[in-house]
């Protein structure tokens, strides 16, 4: 009797541990969606600002030892309350097209969203000043394409920023 028990209780053990597995592939594949989702919305947007009224933007752009460049992108200083912040950086080429060959610096899409509230920092909770996104490439002067979406407080609207930047190591 108790090897049954034993053997019902490592058997139920082994199909939770499948269904976890599956979960997690599962979600997975709905963060790597929307990461598509958000670099398509980037491509096809014509229409982008060059700053926003809710945030600041700036770029820092450094030359690293193998002769890259480094460009952090930094979104900070909220003027409203953004919570459940989602970021995509790309450097946009001349291939419309996305690329496959390594990913894109984001935010809150395969990580923990962060929350940007004026004078509210509580990095525990999840309340930031701000976040950088990273971006690398061997030419040093390129166009950055960012879309930044956020809720309100009682997350019934969803806000969109499309925005652009020139960077170039020579401003440095």
Do not use: H
Not at 20 to 35: D, G, P, V
Not at 127 to 148: H, K
């Amino acid at each position: 009797m108790l090897k049954r028990i034993l053997a019902a209780l490592i058997l139920v053990c082994a199909l939770s541990g499948c269904g976890r597995k599956e979960n997690e592939r599962k979600l997975e594949e709905e963060m790597y969606q929307a990461y598509l989702t958000y670099y398509q919305a980037l491509l096809d947007t014509t229409e982008k600002a060059a700053r926003a009224q809710e945030f600041s933007t700036g770029i820092v752009v450094n030359q690293l030892e193998d002769g890259k460049y480094r460009y952090d992108l930094i979104i900070d200083e909220p003027k409203v309350a953004m919570y459940d912040v989602e970021a995509l950086a790309v450097i946009r080429t001349q291939e419309e097209t996305i690329s496959t060959e390594k990913m894109m610096p984001s935010v809150g899409i395969f990580d923990d969203f962060y929350n940007m509230v004026p004078n509210q920092v509580y990095k525990d909770m999840g309340y930031v000043a701000g976040v950088v996104l990273s971006l690398t490439s061997s030419e040093p002067q390129v166009r950055i394409d960012l879309i930044v979406c956020w809720q309100d407080k009682e997350r019934t609207t969803v806000y969109k920023r499309f925005l652009t930047f020139e960077a170039s190591a020579q401003q440095q």
